[in-house]
């Protein structure tokens, strides 16, 4: 049984809504935390809040870059790219890695700096605003990590996955910013900039391992899911069953192309069969794995006689 059945599949004009609203709540959001917390990291002499801060501006951009790249990705074919937009959602998805990338390393730098040169020493003891400004923005990105992951599976986005994914290191950095403020406010000023290089840390493991890498598999034509090939050979076979026929399947091979997939399945029949009825066989298995498995843009189903020497076997 495929898991793709126990999802609900949403219509074209469906999937734009959703599309627009995540857009708009990621920017409406950021927008309203960056300016927050830059002024709490300010007024509250915090390090930590002001690159927290900066990690939220950077969520403006990435939300953005998700948006535009989503809505690139659900254009129909055309002469131009005759089997889709796909891929140019794995590209807006690099895009924010590489972002969230520059962002850590940039801020990290700049605690490494500032650590090196003893700037802490002279520093002022963190305020209760940026206490207050940490704890609003862990309870605010949670939030939206949740309500864009949410979308992100509906409508099968590894963008909005990818900014998802911002929103949760931006909650990550507010909780590295709370402890590193509290603990400058005990009398250890350094926490505050120790705290810092571990968000730093944090964001470039997600930029990297996270986003960038998942985008690229996706872009070098990774085979799919194991448990896919395994469903559809379990759909010929059911098949082959009830028609009481022998169809064997000499390969299968499935290949990710953005969120989608395209498969190649060659099986074999009887070598005298008529050709009209093979090709019926043929159009019927490629209809029951295109039914069952919505994940599957296209699936190519060749038919060989048996014994066809070519043919690799399962």
């Known amino acids: 049984m495929s898991k793709e059945k126990t999802k609900v599949h949403l ?14 709540v990621g920017i409406a959001g950021n927008v309203v935390l960056t300016a927050f917390k830059m002024f709490a990291g300010i007024v509250g002499n915090s390090t930590a809040m002001v ?6 501006l950077s969520d403006v951009f990435a939300t953005f870059i998700a948006f535009v790249g989503v809505k690139i990705s659900k254009k129909g074919a055309d002469a131009s790219h005759p089997y889709g937009h796909e891929r140019f959602e794995c590209f807006a998805s690099i895009l924010l890695g590489l972002i969230l990338t520059y962002t850590g390393v940039h801020i990290g730098w700049g605690c490494i700096q500032s650590i ?3 700037e802490y020493l002279t520093a002022q003891t963190p305020g209760m605003i940026a206490i207050a400004a940490a ?3 862990i309870a605010a990105k949670e939030g939206m990590y949740w309500y864009t ?3 992100a599976d509906k409508i099968e986005s590894s963008a909005f996955r990818a900014d998802a994914w911002h929103h949760r290191s931006d909650a990550f950095s507010s909780v590295g910013s709370l402890i590193g403020i509290l603990g400058a406010r005990m009398g250890f000023p350094i926490m505050d ?14 930029g990297l391992v996270e986003v960038i890498l998942d985008a690229v598999d996706k872009l070098v034509d990774h085979a799919g899911d194991p448990e896919t090939d395994k469903e559809i050979k ?14 064997g399947i000499d390969s299968l091979m499935t290949r990710q192309f953005g969120e989608k997939l395209f498969a190649d399945l060659e099986i074999n029949l009887d070598g005298n069969m008529p050709l009209h009825e093979a090709h019926l066989v043929a159009d019927d298995v490629h209809g029951l794995i295109e039914k ?6 296209h699936i190519t189903v060749h038919v060989n006689p048996n014994g066809y020497p070519y043919g690799v076997g399962e």
Do not use: R, W
Not at 11 to 24: F, G, L, M, P, Y
Not at 51 to 56: L, Q, R, T, V
Not at 237 to 243: G, I, L, T
């Open 11 to 24: 219509t074209e004009a469906e999937k734009h809504k959703i599309v627009n609203q995540v857009a708009a």
């Open 51 to 56: 690159s927290d801060a900066i990690h939220s």
């Open 116 to 118: 090196i040169h003893k």
């Open 135 to 137: 704890v609003v923005s």
């Open 149 to 151: 992951i949410f979308a």
């Open 193 to 206: 900039l120790l705290a810092g290089l571990v968000i730093c840390a944090i964001i470039i493991h997600v």
């Open 234 to 247: 379990e759909i010929v076979n059911e098949y082959s069953k009830e028609h009481d026929m022998n169809i």
């Open 292 to 297: 069952e498995h919505p994940e599957i843009k």
